[in-house]
């Protein structure tokens, strides 16, 4: 285990580089990200086994996530809290190159494109999810996970517009709702034009951008508790994943969700289909899941019980066979990282040496650990 402390600094997000196999981006944010700047820190794995810093980044407002570029070996994209986006280059030294600041809120999370590597997506609390290309000062596309859950009713003759009401329900309509924080919004690793995002109203959204109605798919994913994170498998397309304070990671086939309206669905009841597996195993709200770029049976998930966890997804037909070789059906927990002494908000497999990962959280600690 390889360890560096971001003094003063409370870590939320960390990801290896795509071009290099020792190198790690880190965003932080001072005092727990509720007050103050942030920080960017670049660090390499040595020879010997230290990090070593390579240089930083000062912000005016709190880092919340990190995402390298996939064009650029020397290019980060960071997001804060005052709802910016930046790119900056590490040979470049204290300012960004570039500045997006479309949001009206903080932005929770940054991703590049893994196949059309021409843009990148941001979520943000102001309810949208953007698409962005680096040579261009707005927005490609902005997709708004708010939904109106209304039923149009018809007037008697005469008597006016119609209106809307909220279905099976006679309470009055509020009409300024509360935004649905989309918490992360990430791209499919098999389609340019896919995203799924998920929000604190515990939905899970799909997205095609290539569609005149993007939002192809939607649906309860955590029976109305806010959802925090989301990744898509590596090697099956129609396999998410979603983590939520419901303290669960629960992985979906998307073949197998069905498409409900919302007014078919009360108000108050709103459970959601079924997962094809759901993992229990966190103390509190699972943070940040994501799947293994090595094994298509095997995720990480790091939660505000100060851990790490690594599963087996024994849906999948290789972790099945080898379930039935070593270990007894339901045991998919496979390894539990409990160095944190705070929450975990981030982590990250790398993508060359297998196995390895690296974590972070608001104990001011990176730490790089075998997982499997």
Known sequence: MLSFRTTGYNGYACKYSPFFDNKIAVATAANYGLVGNGRLYILSIADDGSILQDTFFDTQDGLFDVAWSELHENQVLTCSGDGSISLFDITMPQFPIKRFHEHQREVFSVYWNLVDKS????????????????????????????????????????????????????????????????????????????????????????WDTRSSSPLVLDFIAHAGMEVLSCDFNKYRPNIIATASVDRSVKIWDTRMIPNLQPHFLAQKNRVGPSPITKLIGHDFAVRKVQWSPHASDTLMSSSYDMTCKIWKDQTDESARFMTNMRMKYGESLINNFDQHREFVLGCDWSLWGRGFVASVGWDEMLYVWKAV
């Not at 708010?146 to 003759?157: A, G, H, R, T």
């Not at 919004?185 to 799909?206: E, K, L």
């Open 119 to 206: 843009v990148f997506c941001s979520s943000s609390w102001d309810s949208t999810v953007k698409v962005w290309s680096p040579v261009r000062d707005e927005s490609l596309l902005t997709l708004s996970s708010k939904k109106d859950d209304s039923i149009k009713v018809e007037p008697p003759m005469g008597q006016g517009m119609p209106v809307r009401k909220p279905p099976l329900s006679t309470k009055p309509i509020v009409e300024n709702t509360v935004n649905d924080c989309v918490y992360q919004a990430t791209f499919s690793p098999h389609d340019p034009s896919v995203i799924v995002s998920v929000n604190s109203a515990s939905h899970c959204q799909i």
